[in-house]
């Protein structure tokens, strides 16, 4: 590879600098904002009135609650069927030809997204249903989620280090993997091959770095206001100017993923290959197993029966972000 431009773009340097800024910015953005500490109720469009679908303002009759309970139930059934048949397949696949939703690619965001839209749609068709009674206005679903802002915004903390982290670990991985840049990192590169080092450190290292972390969130153990003591004040123009220092970064990782890389079947998460899943769908039923092996063929993506692709973690984050 020549040492133009894309060089030092996809460089393993490059790479790493950016997967692992998005994670600092995401958690400084996190403790400088004022709505972290607000003790008011949350409430964020279409994903409020879907989180209060499913988890608050239930009514106290035991027909209405499970009315409530089917209906939510159906809306993410319909979401995730539409989601790979209609968006992914259909839509983005066979209509759009887009290049990144090819075969199966994709196809865990596209669920989830459509899920939070039928979601959406399902709570005002539950609301219709409220008002023809006349007498349950009090449970109306709206995008306040009877949640602090406070509670939201450790559990989208905490959210956000899982995409970023996940994203940035799974950059590591590759980059110990790649062989376009044979004379980076070569003893790093040889430990990391060894036996099943790779498997056991990946593992580890996420596991036990994301309980520290949902510690740290969830009790407020560090407090960024008695360790920053106005060395790095900020107000809204510069949250704003990071904010969007996070998407660009963002879609940067998205761009410096390369195509053509050397590491195909080992560049999806380690021990989350296509052996690991059908190991578990053996049955001694034919039937039986044909059923489960149907199930997995037309729901279970092939990002996740192959592994999970760390680019369309990306995506999913990176479409969260705008």
Known sequence: MGKDFRYYFQHPWSRLIVAYLVIFFNFLIFAE??????QTEANVLVVGNCFSFVTNKYPRGVGWRLLKVLLWLLAILIGLIAGKFLFHQ????????????????????TMFFSTILFLF????????????????????????????????????AVGTWMGDFVTAWMVTDMML???????????????????????ILFWTVLFTLTSVVVLVITTDWISWDKLNRGFLPSDEVSRAFLASFILVFD??????????????????????????????????SPWIAHFSRAIQDSFLPEDLQGGISYSHNRYGITLSAI
């Open 33 to 38: 904002d004022p709505v972290s500490h607000s």
């Open 90 to 109: 259909h839509l983005f696949g066979q209509l759009l030809r887009l290049k990144m939703f090819r075969e199966d690619h994709g196809s865990w965001m």
């Open 121 to 156: 749609i399902f709570s005002h068709i539950y609301n219709t249903i409220l008002l023809m009674d006349g007498n349950m206005g009090v449970y109306i679903i709206t995008d306040y989620m009877g949640i602090r802002n406070e509670s939201f915004m450790k559990l989208a």
């Open 177 to 199: 993997q790649d062989k376009p840049y044979p004379d980076w990192g070569k003893s790093a590169r040889a430990f990391w091959k060894k036996g099943k080092v790779r498997i």
């Open 251 to 284: 879609l940067l990782i998205v761009m410096q993923k390369d195509d053509n890389m050397h590491v195909v079947r080992n560049s999806n998460s380690p021990g989350l290959g296509i052996p690991t899943f059908h190991g578990r769908c053996r049955c001694k």
